[in-house]
Each structure stands twice: as C-alpha cells, then as structure tokens.
C-alpha cells in the first residue's frame, strides 16, 4: 500500500502523507513521485504542492527533510504543509485564551493582577490596584481601582457588572478615566465595550448579547 497519494487540482498538487506509515518511507516515496512528475519542462513555470499530514505532527526535522527534498527542483515550491492537529503550545494558549477565571480575594493599592482567558471578580478592589485580563471581565464585587480587558489588543473584550466606583477602565489599547463628569455611567449592572469609534461605550447589561455579538461581527 503506497503511503504517499498525488491529486492535482486547479491550484497545483495535493500530497497526502500516511499518517500511519514510517516517515522514512514515505519520504522515498515522496522523492520518487516528484522525480516522475517530469517538472522543469518551463523555466517559468512553478508547480505548487500542499503537503498534508493527516494525524501526524512532523517535527522540525522532518519538515526540514521535505524541504530539502523540494529544494532540488527549482520548479516546484512547498505551497503549505498541512497537519489535522495542532502543537501542544498552541493548544495550550488557546485554553488560556478560553478559560474562566475566579479572584475573590482582596486587592490592594499597588497590587496588579493579571489573567488568561475571561475573570470573574468577586472580591474587593481597592484604589490604586490594578486587575488585567485578556479577555472579558465580569464584575460582582467592588472595585475603585483600574479594570484591564482585553489585554493587550482583544477589542472584542468587555468589562460587565458592577462599573460603580472604579477609577480607570481599559480595553485593549483604549483608556477611559472615570471623572465627576462621566462617573453616573458607569453603574451596577452594565457593560463597557469598544463601539465603532474604537472608544469605550456604556450599555445596560440587558442589552449586551445583542451589542457584544454585533461588534465581535465586525472584527472578523
């Protein structure tokens, strides 16, 4: 049974990888097919392969091996080596990126607390502390500090819940500074976001589904 299968298509060639075969074989295998293709026929033309790996992850190694195998006709060019799995690091940033987390605890002035994924914040916040996130954050608590979403350039963040009291509010890059002028937007039970302005708004929580969902439809 071959362990390497060729299909052409309008954008050049496909080259599936047996997931299951031995990588030493298959590149062999690889070699011959490539050798057979009769490439080089046009000095200007360039033949493009995709090279896909089905469950196997290739090591750096390997990868370099392919390339090195390619490298010998000038007139065929690695278009992307394509895997169904992805990298234990990327994964694990995604989880991060994902997951919910809970500080009940006391923070005090000059303390700066920083998360990965969304927070839900249920304890006290007290002036001159600093909570980060890199996704959104949910207040129950009491904060008169600085609030962080959307650590550094998520501006598909937002901060909800009790706004009341807090001196600073951040998502992303943007910074808005709570004075005697704006302070009676920001109350219980609403929520800050990034409007079409890139500056931040204030809605009531009631209408945040549909607001957050149109503006996470705009960064797409």
């Known amino acids: ?14 080259m599936t990888i047996n997931d299951q075969g031995d990588f030493g074989n298959s590149l ?17 033309e360039v033949i493009q392969f995709t090279i896909k790996t089905g469950n196997r992850l290739l090591t750096s190694e390997q990868v370099k091996e392919l390339k090195t195998s390619f490298a010998e006709y ?6 992307s080596i394509d895997s169904d799995v992805e990298e234990k690091s990327i994964i694990e940033d995604l989880i991060k ?3 919910m987390n809970i500080e009940a605890g006391i923070v005090r002035s000059g303390q700066k607390l920083e998360y990965d ?9 007290h002036e001159g502390a600093h909570i ?3 996704g959104s954050v949910f207040i129950i608590g009491k904060v008169h ?23 600073q509010l951040r998502i992303a890059d943007v910074i808005e500074i709570v004075t005697e ?8 039970d609403s929520f800050a976001y990034l409007d079409d302005l890139h500056t931040i708004n204030v809605e009531d929580m009631q209408n945040y589904r549909e607001i957050i969902n149109d503006s996470r439809k705009r960064t797409v």
């Open 28 to 44: 062999k295998e690889l070699k011959e097919i490539i050798a057979n293709q009769n490439v080089g026929s046009s000095e200007e």
């Open 132 to 134: 980060s996130a890199t």
């Open 74 to 79: 000038p007139q065929i060019e690695i278009k």
């Open 1 to 14: 049974m071959s362990d390497v299968t060729l299909k052409g298509s309008k954008d050049g060639y496909v």
């Open 117 to 125: 994924g969304d927070l839900l914040f249920l304890g006290t916040l």
């Open 97 to 99: 990126k994902s997951q």
């Open 181 to 188: 002028d704006n302070s009676s937007k920001f109350k219980n």
């Open 145 to 167: 500090g600085i609030v962080q979403a959307g650590y550094p350039d998520n501006t598909g963040a937002a901060i909800c819940g009790n706004l009341d009291g807090a001196a």
